[in-house]
């Protein structure tokens, strides 16, 4: 099973491309920026999980296992 690839900052709404560099997750794929996982001290606000580098998706691959569309910022 292929990562989600959230399209979004939980946090801030910050735009993170599944093929760029800059998300950060947990293990339950909550998703970070740099700048908001860096405030987080890289803990997940929502459970306390560390926060890792996501790794990124090339762009050929998106058609097979495409990144996720739902976007989780709520501000």
């Known amino acids: 099973m292929a990562l989600e690839m959230r399209p979004d900052c939980e946090r801030c709404g910050a735009d993170l491309p ?24 890289d803990l997940c606000p929502n459970c306390g999980g560390e926060l890792t580098d996501r790794p990124t998706r090339a762009k050929r691959h998106h058609d097979s296992a495409p990144p996720s569309k739902v976007r989780r910022y709520k501000g």
């Not at 599944?18 to 001290?41: K, L, M, Q, R, V």
């Open 18 to 41: 599944a093929e760029a560099p800059g998300a950060f997750i947990c293990s339950f794929e909550c998703t970070y920026c740099a700048t908001c996982a860096e405030e987080s001290d």
